[in-house]
Nanobody, 124 residues
Framework: QLQLVESGGGLVQPGGSLRLSCAAS????????IGWFRQAPGKEREGVSC????????NYADSVKGRFTISRDITKNTVYLQMNSLKPEDTGIYYC?????????????????WGQGTQVTVSS
């Protein structure tokens, strides 16, 4: 079974950057498309970005395009989310999740395996 552990969250000022990591175990990353999701207080969980199992395709929510970049390191079995130009509305718990092989979409219902999340707070 795929297991995922997020790290890298923290407190950052508006305009700052953070890099989140999603370490996978149990299966190689090229078996799964991986997505990043976030949930702000009082709001529903929403999709942020995803990367296909081949690593060749990525998708982003409109709200983060041009600011966030998803990538992966197969040798470390880890997916990253580089977040730049952070805004207060980016605050929330960030989760990574795994779906089956193939292309990805940032749709909650597609993902079966979830990590525990890491808190990101953007505030001055």
């Amino acid at each position: 079974q795929l297991q995922l552990v997020e790290s890298g969250g923290g407190l950052v000022q508006p305009g700052g950057s953070l890099r989140l990591s999603c370490a996978a175990s149990g299966f190689p990353l090229d078996y799964y498309a991986i997505g990043w999701f976030r949930q702000a207080p009082g709001k529903e969980r929403e999709g942020v970005s995803c990367i296909s199992s081949s690593g060749g395709n990525t998708n982003y929510a409109d709200s983060v395009k041009g600011r966030f970049t998803i990538s992966r390191d197969i040798t470390k079995n880890t997916v990253y989310l580089q977040m730049n130009s952070l805004k207060p509305e980016d605050t929330g718990i960030y989760y990574c999740a795994g779906q089956g092989p193939g292309d990805c979409a940032v749709e909650l219902g597609l993902y079966k395996y979830w990590g525990q999340g890491t808190q990101v707070t953007v505030s001055s």
